[in-house]
């Protein structure tokens, strides 16, 4: 015999909302999996190693990576790097 049972459930989901460092702009959200992963939006990352590693981790919008790539290449012009090909 087979009895069918309506049963309802209710489940807590764990979001993360992100923002621009920046800016302050809305990025969007993820949602947070049993296993504590989650994707993160607006990732910028830049590292170097200068007798050791230095790194620069925000979280950012196109308009604002684009602004941050141009100061560090800038920057980096203004030291007296120069592009490897």
Do not use: P
Not at 28 to 52: A, P, R
């Amino acid at each position: 015999m087979e009895k069918h049972i309506n049963v309802k459930k209710i489940m807590n989901i764990d979001e993360v909302e992100f923002y621009c460092d920046d800016c302050g702009k809305f990025l969007g959200k993820s949602e947070e999996y049993d296993d504590g992963y989650y994707e993160k939006l607006g990732e910028f990352e830049v590292k170097f190693n200068f007798n050791g590693w230095y790194k620069l981790e925000k979280h950012l919008c196109d308009e604002c990576k684009e602004k941050e790539t141009k100061k560090i290449e800038k920057s980096l012009k203004e030291l007296g790097f120069v592009k490897d090909e």
